[in-house]
């Protein structure tokens, strides 16, 4: 987990609310990522940021939103027009480039809505 | 479109004994894959890749991953198991496309019993 911190580790909120999540890297990396992990479920991608004020959508990024403003940080909100945003979430960065550099994780966020 | 596949859902061994988590891919190119462990509530942690080179891959905590491309396999084998090994495992596969993406398998709990 080191180097990339995530905050809170557990978040509640009431259904219909916004929710923003924090993700910090001070590994220097150029990319970033999103994931979602459901229980019995592997990982699967909301948003990724390869480079400071561009990022795209993953897989499911419906109900979600992302920015890049700054290489440091890539803060995800989960908007109300997302249907089942329980969920555990994941940030990852990686070095980014053309070369496979593996991702490395933060420890995560668990997001209850009711 | 790069795919992964973990066919187990459980891996039950005793602790001494050899394990092998088992990762079969789908790729169009070269497959760059990789292995990460999660243990619970916390997030994934690195343990090894494949990129090119021997099929023999070493990585963290005693494990290796065997490359095999006739059978598009990347099983994850350590030669004796701790109890403390027991955790979530993820087989993954770089994206074929210009980004950075990861391709996740489903996961596999391995439990090692005293």
């Known amino acids: 987990d080191g180097g990339i911190t995530q905050s809170p580790k557990y978040l509640f909120r009431k259904e219909g609310q916004n929710v923003t999540l924090s993700c910090e890297q001070n590994?220097?990396?150029?990319?970033m990522y999103w994931y979602r992990q459901d229980p019995g479920q592997g990982l699967r991608l909301i948003y990724y940021s390869q480079i400071v004020n561009d990022f795209q959508k993953g897989d499911i990024a419906e109900g979600y939103s992302v920015s890049r403003e700054k290489k440091e940080s890539f803060p995800l909100t989960v908007t109300s027009a997302q249907k089942n945003p329980t969920a555990f979430y994941l940030c990852a960065s990686s070095l980014g480039g053309t070369s496979s550099y593996e991702q490395y994780f933060g420890p995560g966020t668990r997001l209850t809505v009711t | 479109a790069q795919s992964v596949a973990q066919p187990e859902d459980q891996v039950n061994v005793a602790e001494g004994n050899p394990l092998t988590v088992k990762c079969t891919y789908s790729?169009?190119?070269?497959?760059?894959l990789f292995w990460y462990v999660q243990y619970p509530n916390r997030g994934l942690q690195f343990l090894l890749k494949?990129?090119?080179?021997?099929?023999l891959v070493k990585g963290s905590y005693g494990f290796e991953a065997e490359f095999n491309k006739s059978q598009t396999s990347f099983h994850l084998k350590k030669p004796s198991a701790l109890v403390s090994d027991s955790a979530l495992y993820f087989c993954?596969?770089?994206?074929?496309?210009?980004?950075?993406?990861?391709?996740f398998g489903s996961g596999t709990r391995l439990l090692v019993r005293p």
């Open positions: 590994l220097n990396h150029d990319a």
């Open positions: 993954a596969v770089r994206s074929g496309d210009s980004s950075y993406k990861l391709i």
């Open positions: 790729v169009s190119g070269n497959p760059y």
């Open positions: 494949y990129i090119t080179g021997d099929n």
